[in-house]
C-alpha cells in the first residue's frame, strides 16, 4: 500500500487519535526499523529498535472489521517482530476501544501501564492510553 491508501483507510478508521497524513506515512516508512504489514482490507505499522517493537498503527477497513482481519495482521505483525529480533511487543490503545482491547487481549497482549489524558480529542476531554505488552 501506498503512503496516499494507508491515510485513506486511516482516515476512515480514526478519530482518537486523529488519522496520519500520507507524509506522515511516507516518513515514517522512510525510517529506520519500521515495517508494514498490509492485506487487501488493512494494514499494520510496526517499528523494531533492538529487542522491542511497537505496534505503531493498525487499520481495518469498516466494511470489513469483525471478520478476523484485525487478528490475523496482528498475529503477521508479532510473526515479523520476532523474526527480526525483538522479543518484546509494545502498543498504546485508547482506554475506550474495546474492540482494540479485545482484539490485543485474545492475541496475548496484556496491560502494564497507564498514561492519564494521553490522546487528545477534537471535543471532549483526553482519553487515557493503556499499554500493553506481549513477550515472546
Ligand atoms: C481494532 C480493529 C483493528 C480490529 O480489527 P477487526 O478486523 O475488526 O478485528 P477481528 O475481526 O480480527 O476481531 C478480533 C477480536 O477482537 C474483538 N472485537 C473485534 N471487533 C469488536 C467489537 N466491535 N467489539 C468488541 N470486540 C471486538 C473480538 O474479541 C474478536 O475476537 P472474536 O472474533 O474471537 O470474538 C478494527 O476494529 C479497526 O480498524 N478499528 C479502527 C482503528 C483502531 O481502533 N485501531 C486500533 C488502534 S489501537
Not at 500520507?22 to 519500521?34: I, P
Not at 494494514?43 to 529487542?51: E, V
Not at 518484546?88 to 479485545?102: G, P
Amino acid at each position: 500500500m501506498r503512503p496516499e491508501a494507508l491515510a485513506e483507510l486511516h482516515a476512515l478508521c480514526f478519530t482518537t487519535p486523529r488519522p496520519w497524513r500520507a507524509d506522515e506515512f511516507s516518513g515514517l516508512l522512510e525510517a529506520r526499523g519500521t515495517f508494514l504489514i498490509s492485506h487487501t482490507n488493512g494494514f499494520a505499522l510496526g517499528r523494531i529498535a533492538g529487542p522491542e517493537a511497537e505496534l505503531l498503527t493498525i487499520a481495518v477497513h469498516p466494511d470489513a472489521q469483525n471478520a478476523g482481519h484485525g487478528r490475523r495482521l496482528v498475529d503477521d505483525f508479532l510473526c515479523k517482530a520476532t523474526t527480526l529480533g525483538a522479543v518484546d511487543m509494545f502498543l498504546e490503545v485508547a482506554e475506550n476501544n474495546a474492540a482494540a482491547i479485545a482484539l490485543y487481549l485474545k492475541a496475548g497482549f496484556v496491560e502494564v501501564a497507564k498514561r492519564k489524558e494521553y490522546f487528545k480529542q477534537i471535543s471532549g476531554p483526553s482519553l487515557t492510553a493503556l499499554i500493553l505488552k506481549y513477550s515472546i
